[in-house]
């Protein structure tokens, strides 16, 4: 059964937020502060997709000091890190009163269930969502719908159509980037891979098992064992330790960014340097560093700090009435495959929080 229990972490921030009041019209702006843009792909209700570049709603046009939950799976990493710097940083741009709930591990939906439940019931004016399961949360989706609380998918996709827009990268394509690239460089030798994309029923670990397994149909690339589970960094070396053990053959190891981290000690611990390459689906700055380092080949980088930006940016406009261009309900960056060739030429900060950034649950305006 799903702990019910919400750790300490998780309540402080909560008790606080309750005393946030209903939001205030804000003055106007004089300029607008901390201006950005960055090269994305827009998806629209019809389906069809279109690469550009995103504005984010200009400060003079937020009217009001919007109170925003902000629900994320964890904040046991630094992806997750990444992704509360940049909900921070454009929350602080808007002048919002944000509130940031994580739920202590994808183990743990009721808890996260719970939590937007009790956003619904402070008549937060949007949520932001990084959900637990894709289909789990739908329940919830539809109530803040009926009443009438905007919730925008983040990062891990929600199955549900009263979703009122996506913030995030597919995970389907970063897999299938990193497939593409191991065929590519591969000069058409076997390649044997042991798969650990993350948790069974997660959108995100299921949209990468079918990105990664189209990438590589019919090529010299197969997958000779894939194994889920939460993405802490234990349990992914264990994953990782028993399944080298048991399959002699694998030759490369890919995985989430946290399995990735694990891939690259195991390999160490094995003594297997220059026998098994590490690729990710995803960057972290451990992933990062072993990329550097050169115990890693590669990963593509979705960008997580700017899908912070950009989700948070969303929920403002939607509340604004300031639709996207094109009305479009999906946005994300557009990713980038990060080697040695080029890992010096990708900011830090549109990838990852600052070195000395830490876990931040509350801004006020």
């Known amino acids: 059964m799903l702990r019910r229990v919400v750790s300490l972490l998780v309540v402080v921030p909560f008790l606080t937020a309750m005393l946030i009041a209903t939001p205030s019209p804000r003055p106007a702006a004089a300029a607008d502060a901390s201006s950005w843009t960055f090269p ?7 389906g069809e997709t279109k690469d550009g570049i995103y504005h984010p709603i200009p400060v003079s046009q937020v009217t009001k000091h919007w109170k925003v939950c902000v629900l994320f799976p964890h904040m046991k990493d630094s992806y997750w890190l990444a992704a509360d710097y940049g909900v921070v940083a454009e929350s602080q741009r808007d002048h919002l009163a944000m509130q940031l709930f994580q739920a202590g591990g994808y183990t ?24 637990i399961s894709a289909k789990g949360v739908a329940a919830e989706v539809d109530k803040a719908a009926a009443h009438g609380i905007p919730v925008i998918d983040f990062v891990n996709g929600v199955d549900d159509p009263k979703v009122s827009a996506h913030a995030l990268v ?28 993350g948790p069974q029923g997660a959108g995100w670990s299921d949209d990468a098992v079918r990105g ?25 070396l ?21 399995a990735a981290q694990a891939a690259a000690v195991a390999v160490r611990n094995l003594s297997l340097q220059g026998k098994v390459k590490v690729y990710a689906f995803d960057i972290i700055p451990p992933v990062y560093q072993d990329i550097v ?38 946005v994300g960056p557009i990713p980038k495959m990060v080697t040695a060739e ?24």
């Open 40 to 46: 994305a792909g827009f998806v629209y209700a019809n």
């Open 108 to 131: 743990n939906l009721a808890t996260q269930l719970n939590q937007m439940d009790a956003c619904i019931a402070q008549h937060y004016n949007a949520i932001v969502l990084g959900a």
């Open 170 to 197: 597919s995970f389907y394509d970063l897999a299938h980037t990193t497939g593409e690239y191991i065929i590519k460089h591969s000069n058409s030798k076997a390649v044997n891979v042991g798969y650990f994309p």
């Open 212 to 236: 990664f397994d189209d990438a590589i149909k019919d090529s010299n690339v197969h997958v000779t064992v894939t194994r889920r589970g939460d993405t802490g960094e234990n349990i992914q």
């Open 238 to 258: 264990n994953l990782i330790q028993n399944a080298m053990q048991a399959y002699s053959n694998i030759n490369a190891l890919v995985g989430v960014d946290i």
């Open 293 to 330: 380092d050169g115990s890693a080949v590669g990963s593509p980088t979705d960008f997580t700090v700017i899908q912070g930006r950009m989700a948070i940016d969303y929920a403002v406009r939607l509340l604004e009435h300031k639709a996207l261009e094109g009305n479009a309900k999906r």
């Open 342 to 365: 080029n890992i010096k030429q990708i900011p830090w900060n549109d990838m990852f929080a600052p070195k000395n950034f830490k876990a931040t649950y509350t801004v006020q305006p």
